[in-house]
């Protein structure tokens, strides 16, 4: 371990000496193992005799060897028979190594560990922790840390290496706090805090410990939100540093817009449109999250922005994640902004290689002012030399990484503005993006009937197909989406065909459409105006419509194998229905058996039309990191506080860093070093 002291975290590889196998557990450098903490503890200063043991709780016992053997039915296992004064137990290992059946000898004494229930034939134990023991060998007199653990590396092992570094290097338990900091908040030192929880004393509170209420694990998770927070305000100070160019606007253009706006602008997009007026004007390059529930209107409010940059003499980038969503954004804005004089540059990968240079000149040259397209291209094809305001469409499709790489990555010191329809928990806001700012649409436009969701079962899938033709005879429209294959694209785009000609076939009056992500750019777009223009009744897709599509007069949506869709994905999809005046509904047609997780799912998205809501349901299925798509994109999540329960805790944290660097800059960069200093990327400023 020595030897990787200090050196930077390695990418895990396949390798396996023991670096690599602490590397797997986030161990990059030595003093990582101070902080590497237990996930429970297990009692094991008394023993319970056989006879006494009651299943469904774990005990520690001892006894001697009868016999062990491998058994084959009804798999692979190794059993063995354990006695004492009075009773027998079992001990069944379905995993294990020669040399634990070589340990459990006849005649050997073995104290086990593990939780105990009910078998065929009497009490046993599955996959329990021993050693094996010497007659009278002492009880250990305080808790046994269990930690998180990689294959190939047992506990004790784990154990000792710990307990070598605690002991090692008294700067590994150097406090980084000021007592100003620690003494009004009733925070543990750090070493008294780390080191009981490593090696808890006899009396200490078990529960406290496992359900992480007790003071040395509030310390260790106010350290942690600390680093986090540190982290987010060094980022932003830097931005706060930077210059970018005021785009106060002279009105000429945003004016002609609001004149021309077939609506009135709701008092929620008011008040984001100021926030971002007042941003936009100013010398520090704006960062600021537009958040707005499915059909909430950005678009009008990313319009305004985009037109006071140009009014101001620069250029735009609108970016949207996808192909169809960027030509949706390129069709909406020229109609709005027709006859102003506003030159776009319609960027796709689909172009014919003229017109892209073209329209790449076009860019280059800062001729065109505002330039619409998907990421891909912006990141990799073109410069921009006039960019004043980058806007990113639908940020939410995109992990943390790639909202930093983003950042960093030719678009300078422009005004960004990120819009997502996947609303944020606040305290989930306050955590992984307290270095943006937020605004938020909360209200809808008027004349929005919320959606009826009814969730019906595939075997009642012809009653829907007929209420679909009853709708496209009356002058509806209807999206069908296909079911979620995400094992295999292939397959996805078989059941996609094979739908599209069942639909052609049972509704053959009707024009059917079929939308997926295997077609060409081009010819998605031709079904996508072709259904825009009422010119298709029902358009069958994949979930490539699932981004911002926006298409008013459809307004049934079919969503095949509901069961197989994540709630963020469901709420996106119906709300491509609703965003005319008609009453719409979004039919979730579902096939059991169903897992508890679908029927959960399902059952939200049955009772809530608030994306809020949604949000907080999703995030209380699927944790924080799957929720954040970040367990991909390798940002460090938190390991020990937890967003939901420990709002007050962020909120201390949040003061902290604040006072930490103002006053004691030095200790903020040490608590720092000790938290994320494996992990540069994340602090880089
Ligand atoms: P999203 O927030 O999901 O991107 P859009 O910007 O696509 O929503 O807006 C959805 C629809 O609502 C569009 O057809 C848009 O023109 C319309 N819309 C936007 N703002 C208003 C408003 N204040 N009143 C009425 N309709 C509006
Ligand atoms: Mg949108």
């Given at each position: 371990m020595a030897r990787t002291k200090n050196k930077p975290a390695a990418e895990p590889k396949s390798g396996n000496t023991l670096a690599d196998k602490l590397v797997r557990l986030g161990i990059a450098r030595e003093q990582d193992l101070v902080l590497h903490l237990p996930l429970r503890y297990e009692d094991h200063t008394h023993l319970c005799p056989l006879a006494a043991l009651t299943p469904g709780h774990a005990w520690q016992v001892e006894g001697t060897v009868l016999n062990t053997e491998i058994h084959y039915r009804p798999r692979r296992q190794l059993v063995c028979l354990l006695e004492d004064a009075a009773a027998q137990l079992v001990l069944r290992f379905f995993h294990f190594y020669p040399s634990q059946q070589k340990a459990l000898a006849p005649g050997k004494r073995v104290r086990a560990f593990g939780e105990v229930r009910e078998g065929h034939f009497g009490l046993e134990m599955v996959h329990p922790s021993f050693q094996v023991v010497a007659s009278g060998q002492p009880l250990p007199d305080r808790l046994t840390p269990v930690y998180p653990t990689t294959a190939g590396l047992a506990q004790d092992a784990l154990r000792k290496l710990v307990h070598r570094a605690l002991a090692r290097n008294p700067a590994y338990l150097?406090?980084?706090?000021?007592p100003w900091t620690r003494e009004p908040r009733r925070l543990w030192t750090f070493p008294r805090a780390v080191l009981y929880l490593h090696d808890p004393p006899t009396d200490a509170a078990q529960a406290a410990l496992d359900q992480r209420t007790h003071p040395a694990w509030m310390r260790l998770k106010f350290d942690e939100l600390l680093a986090q927070q540190l982290s987010l305000k060094i980022h932003r100070r830097a931005r706060a540093r930077r210059r970018a160019p005021r785009l106060a606007g002279d009105g000429t253009l945003t004016r002609e817009l609001y004149a021309r706006l077939p609506f009135t602008l709701t008092r929620a997009q008011q008040r984001v449109i100021a926030e971002i007026r007042r941003d936009l004007a100013r010398a520090e390059p704006m960062q600021r999250l537009l958040q707005g529930d499915v059909g909430s209107g950005k678009t009008v409010v990313a319009a305004l922005a985009a037109l006071q940059a140009i009014e101001s003499g620069y250029q735009v980038a609108f970016m949207a994640p996808t192909e169809i969503l960027a030509e949706q954004h390129y069709r909406k804005l020229a109609a709005w902004l027709d006859g102003l004089p506003v030159k776009f540059a319609w960027l796709s990968g689909s172009l014919a290689a003229k017109a892209k240079k073209q329209a790449k000149a076009a860019i280059e040259s800062g001729e065109a002012q505002l330039a619409i397209g998907t990421h891909a291209l912006f990141q990799d094809e073109v410069s921009l030399p006039k960019l004043g305001l980058a806007i990113v469409d639908e940020?939410?499709?995109?992990?943390v990484a790639q909202r930093l790489a983003l950042r960093q990555k030719g678009i300078g010191d422009a005004h960004q503005l990120m819009m997502s329809a996947t609303p944020i928990p606040r305290t989930l806001a306050m955590t992984f993006y307290a270095d943006l700012d937020v605004s938020m649409i909360d209200e809808m436009p008027p004349g929005r009937p919320p959606v009826g969701t009814r969730l019906v079962s595939q075997r009642r899938r012809g009653e829907v197909v007929e209420r679909a033709r009853r709708l496209c005879a009356a002058g509806g429209q209807v999206y069908w989406v296909c079911p979620l294959i995400e094992e295999s694209e292939k397959l996805e785009l078989q059941t996609a065909v094979a739908l599209h000609a069942e639909l052609t076939t049972t509704l053959a009056e009707i024009e059917v459409g079929l939308l997926h992500g295997r077609m060409k750019p081009d010819d998605k777009a031709a079904v996508m105006d072709a259904f825009a223009r009422g010119e298709i009744g029902v358009l069958v897709a994949t979930?490539?419509?699932?981004?911002?599509v926006d298409v008013p007069n459809a307004s049934m949506m079919v969503i095949e194998h509901?069961?197989?869709?994540g709630l963020a994905q469901l709420h996106q999809l119906r709300g491509r229905?609703?965003?005319?005046a008609k009453d719409s509904e979004c039919i979730l047609l579902f096939e059991e058996p169903m897992s508890e997780a679908a029927k959960a799912r399902l059952k939200v998205i049955y009772e809530s039309n608030d994306g809020f809501a949604i949000a907080r349901e999703d995030l209380r299925i699927r944790g924080p990191g799957e929720f954040l798509g970040a367990r991909q994109s390798g940002?460090?999540?938190?390991?020990?506080?937890?967003p939901e329960h420990d709002l007050p805790l962020i909120e201390s944290a949040r003061d902290a860093a604040d006072e930490l660097l103002r006053r004691e800059p030095g200790a903020a960069r040490a608590h720092l070093e000790r938290w994320l200093g494996g992990k540069q990327e994340f602090i880089k400023v």
């Open positions: 150097a406090e980084t706090l000021p940020q939410h499709r995109f992990g979930t490539v419509i699932e981004v911002g509901a069961e197989r869709f229905v609703g965003r005319g940002v460090p999540l938190l390991r020990f506080a937890d």
